[in-house]
């Protein structure tokens, strides 16, 4: 592994970047996604966007001119130029490859979610990163909404009492630009991870039907989920609305509540009333990325690592076998490293 120059490691030895120096970062794929990474890093104070990278060269160009940064169309030009941290916004299919770069050169990476096509590249991402110390978050963009911060932060007082059950609707017309997923794996999960994320608890069984209309793979799906703690899970997404919709509808022992992702808005129904929550409204992008340049400045953990990302994807591509197999699948194992689906026919478990 190349030692990153200007920089130390901390007492657990992991790399920091320097509180004294811009810190240089890069965006590899800019696409309608990436481009927003690039944005809000030129606007941020103390970093410096050494580069943006796509294979397409006129995206890169077109890019890095609105942004005032140099375009690159190899990832390997741009990890050359002496990063402290890379933004990975590739196909999901390339996650694995370019994060295997960016790690053995000692760069701090952020991915988009879901981290990787499968769990064992997800997996071995993690264990790559752990062992070179290096910072690895993963984009779940939507831990990073203000309304589910708050909505968090209110579970974690404890006037809600137990989470009994919470419920998603994500629709939105499909975006062309999607080809190398499902919308399980694409959109399920966010909600998957969001779930998981409210309920403090790990996903035990799901159970899915999907369909496939206009795209390759499934563009519809209804998945059922069953938490280790008790509570249960439901999402509802499609690619075939006119509409774009984004819900969460969660019940708890002392209320009700309902999330809207696109508004930030929450609202808490308790005792026949209705009240809005206050939130502060914030680009949950914007936040996700200054969370990440946080922890790899002070060589921080950061909340939505390998672990999560990795049973969230896990559980998503658990969805899609039980949608192909019509089963339910129960998930073994105590942590992301040793996750293990299970088709269930009849009552028993089949690996």
């Given at each position: 592994m190349t030692e990153p120059m200007g920089r130390l490691r901390n007492k657990e030895g992991k790399w920091v970047g320097s509180k004294e120096k811009m810190m240089k970062v890069g965006v590899i794929g800019v696409g309608v996604m990436g481009r927003n990474h690039a944005r809000i890093l030129s606007e941020l104070k103390g970093v410096d966007l050494v580069g943006v990278c796509d294979i397409d060269t006129k995206t890169a160009d077109e890019v890095a001119s609105m942004y005032g940064t140099i375009?690159?169309?190899?990832?390997?030009?741009?990890?050359?130029?002496?990063?402290?941290?890379?933004?990975v916004v590739v196909p999901t299919f390339l996650h694995h490859e370019i994060a295997k770069l960016a790690v053995d050169r000692g760069i701090h990476v952020l991915i988009e979610k879901p981290i990787a096509d499968t769990v064992v590249r997800a997996q071995d991402i993690f264990r790559f990163a752990a062992k070179a110390g290096?910072?690895?978050?993963?984009?779940?963009?939507?831990?990073?909404?203000?309304?589910?911060?708050?909505?968090?932060?209110?579970?974690?007082?404890?006037?809600?009492?137990?989470?009994?059950?919470?419920?998603?609707?994500?629709?939105?017309?499909?975006?062309?630009?999607?080809?190398?997923?499902?919308?399980?794996?694409?959109?399920?999960?966010?909600?998957?991870?969001?779930?998981?994320?409210?309920?403090?608890?790990?996903?035990?069984?799901?159970?899915c039907n999907a369909s496939s209309t206009i795209h390759?793979?499934?563009?519809?799906?209804?998945?059922?989920?069953?938490?280790?703690n008790g509570a249960t899970g439901h999402i509802e997404t499609s690619w075939l609305s006119k509409i774009k919709a984004r819900k969460l509808f969660a019940t708890f022992e002392q209320g009700f509540v309902l999330l809207d992702f696109?508004?930030?808005?929450?609202?808490?129904?308790?005792?026949?009333?209705a009240r809005e929550i206050d939130v502060v409204k914030a680009e949950p992008l914007r936040e996700e990325i200054i969370e990440f340049l946080r922890c790899v400045r002070e060589g921080d953990e950061p909340h939505i690592g390998?672990?999560?990302?990795?049973?969230?994807?896990?559980?998503?591509?658990?969805?899609?076998?039980?949608?192909?197999?019509?089963?339910?699948?129960?998930?073994?194992?105590?942590?992301?490293?040793?996750?293990?689906?299970?088709?269930?026919?009849?009552g028993k478990s089949y690996n």
């Open positions: 375009p690159y169309y190899y990832p390997e030009e741009l990890l050359d130029r002496n990063l402290d941290a890379v933004h290096v910072t690895l978050m993963v984009g779940h963009i939507e831990r990073f909404n203000p309304a589910v911060r708050k909505l968090k932060s209110m579970i974690r007082e404890g006037n809600l009492g137990r989470l009994i059950s919470v419920s998603t609707l994500r629709v939105a017309p499909y975006p062309k630009r999607i080809v190398d997923t499902g919308i399980i794996v694409d959109l399920g999960c966010h909600d998957i991870d969001i779930m998981s994320y409210l309920a403090n608890s790990l996903v035990r069984e799901v159970f390759h793979l499934e563009d519809t799906a209804s998945i059922s989920l069953n938490f280790e696109m508004d930030q808005s929450l609202i808490l129904y308790d005792d026949n009333s390998g672990e999560a990302s990795i049973h969230a994807v896990g559980v998503a591509l658990a969805a899609v076998t039980s949608s192909e197999m019509h089963l339910p699948l129960r998930i073994h194992g105590k942590g992301a490293m040793d996750f293990t689906p299970e088709l269930v026919q009849n």
